[in-house]
């Protein structure tokens, strides 16, 4: 319903700008129109079209996209144990467990909660699974190979799975 209602509003708003662009076109066009009501048209369709862009960019593309998944893709709380060590069994264990990190996972062991957690708060365990080319961790930019997805020759984890990782880093990455 959230996103029916966004992408209404969105769409509602796009007309508008268009709209004003279209009016300011035909401003320009007609031989009558003054130059300052063609001025103002054109403010008018530039001031629309800078505030689509704020809207769009921190309404459109902020953490609430989480709020669009199902109540099971974002949980109050994440555990560790219940809820992120069934996912990382599955996708993670097979090159980072206790024993295969040594050989197979370049020594990042992921049954280790201060790897996880680490990774997790320093943004690279997200960005590693998400199959982003760039983070940032503290104010810098760091650059992620793409031969460094996780997890490694296989699909990106689902959102519902990645969502639960953000989650968890948000809540403070505890050990429970």
């Known amino acids: 319903m959230l996103k029916n209602n966004f992408k209404f509003f969105l769409w509602r708003y796009l007309d508008e700008m268009c709209r004003a662009i279209q009016t ?11 130059k300052a009501q063609a001025k103002r048209m054109k403010s008018k369709a530039i001031i629309l079209l800078s505030s689509c862009y704020f809207f769009v960019a921190f309404m459109g593309c902020n953490n609430s996209k989480a709020d669009l998944i199902s109540p099971l893709c974002n949980p109050d709380t994440v555990s560790l144990k219940n809820d992120l060590t069934p ?3 599955v996708h993670c264990f097979n090159c980072h467990s206790a024993v295969n990190a ?9 049954q280790d909660y201060s790897t ?3 990774y997790v708060t320093s ?3 997200i960005a590693t699974i998400k199959h ?3 983070y940032i961790i503290q104010n810098d930019t ?12 296989g699909g990106m984890l689902s959102e519902c799975e990645i969502n639960k990782f953000i989650i968890w880093g948000q809540q403070g990455a505890r050990n429970n």
Do not use: H, Q, W
């Open 123 to 125: 943004g690279y365990l």
């Open 24 to 34: 300011c076109k035909e401003m320009n066009n007609i031989a009558k129109s003054t």
């Open 116 to 118: 996880v957690s680490g």
């Open 87 to 89: 996912i990382m069994e």
């Open 102 to 110: 040594p050989v197979l996972g370049d020594s990042y062991n992921l």
């Open 142 to 153: 760091a650059r992620i190979s793409p031969s460094l997805f996780m997890p490694k020759n």
């Open 132 to 134: 982003v080319t760039m």
